[in-house]
């Protein structure tokens, strides 16, 4: 027997009509400014499916460039975003794709240019009652959802990685919860992507780039 939770029914805490429109888009946008190390400059939406149709009258884009700043899915500031984006010097633009059909109805990619220079691109995809999927970054199809703490490794795909990896984060007594790999092809670039239900210790970062492989390390804290 499944149960649903009052929460799966009612939504999260919100600023904005929808928990799919309004409160997904936040949370998918709060999830990928967790990735970028450099401060933000320029942001760009795509939005597919119902988020391209509905995305004005909803509160999405309000909602998207909410979360790309850091804002949770209560924070009234969501209202003003457009403003507070100007003030902050973030440049953003929202565009539509309506002729790729083949994904889920609430679809955004977001590309994030740093003040740096450096470039990435997260799509997520908003699941209803405010729960949210993450299914690629850059060109990499991966899949988290936000709810653990993550550890996400970007390497080469070369053997001993993965072994360096969970040895780390043993060392250190992190419980795994999750661990996938996912990568482009065989020796190209991989993610690794680690969920705990314990807190990370921030100088993980350093000991798992200590591997020569090992291109960058993410930590993204559930709070």
Partial sequence: MSFISVFDVLGPNMIGPSSSHTAGACAIAYLAQKMKSAPLKN???????????TYRG??????LLGGIMGFATDDVRIRDSFSIAKERGIGFEFLTNEEETEVHPNTVDIQMTGTDGSEMTVRGESLGGGKVRIVRINQVQVDFTGEYNAVIVIQ??????????????????VNIAFMRIFRESKGETAYTIVESDNPLPEDIRKQLSENPFVHDVILIENN
Avoid: E, M, N, W
């Avoid at 942001?43 to 149709?53: E, I």
């Fill in 43 to 53: 942001v760009t939406f795509t939005l597919y499916g119902s988020f391209a149709k």
């Fill in 58 to 63: 909803h509160g999405t884009d309000r909602a």
């Fill in 156 to 173: 080469q795909d070369k053997p001993g990685v993965a072994a360096h990896i969970t040895r780390c984060l043993s060392d250190r007594h």
